[in-house]
């Protein structure tokens, strides 16, 4: 099975950018997705993109965040912008049924 790993998650100051990677293990022939989930709140989507690169985001992240892949890397990148304390969460990259680790983004001053 796929496994995918996340990177580049870390401590920001608000209106900061990170930008988090995540690799997959083999070929993933499925849209990919980033979601979060912040301390006491369920997991929530932040961003899709199909193969072929139609993107979708959640209203909260629209006009700060970029989802983009490079399928011949099996990568898929989340550019943040202009960051904010409530972005703050344990983001988790997704294709399918495959979830990676998480990787932590903290937004504080």
């Known amino acids: 099975q796929v496994q995918l790993v996340e990177s580049g998650g870390g401590l920001v100051q608000p209106g900061g950018s990170l930008r988090l990677s995540c690799a997959a293990s083999?070929?993933?022939?499925?849209?990919m997705g980033w979601y979060r989930q912040a301390p006491g709140k369920e997991r929530e989507l932040v961003a899709t993109?199909?193969?072929?690169?139609?993107?979708n985001y959640a209203d909260s992240v629209k006009g700060r965040f970029t989802i983009s892949r490079d399928n011949a890397k099996n990568t898929v990148y989340l550019q943040m912008n202009s960051l904010k304390p409530e972005d703050t969460a344990v983001y988790y990259c997704n294709a399918h049924v495959v979830w990676g680790q998480g990787t932590l983004v903290t937004v504080s001053s």
């Open positions: 993109i199909s193969r072929s690169g139609s993107t």
């Open positions: 083999g070929k993933i022939f499925f849209a």
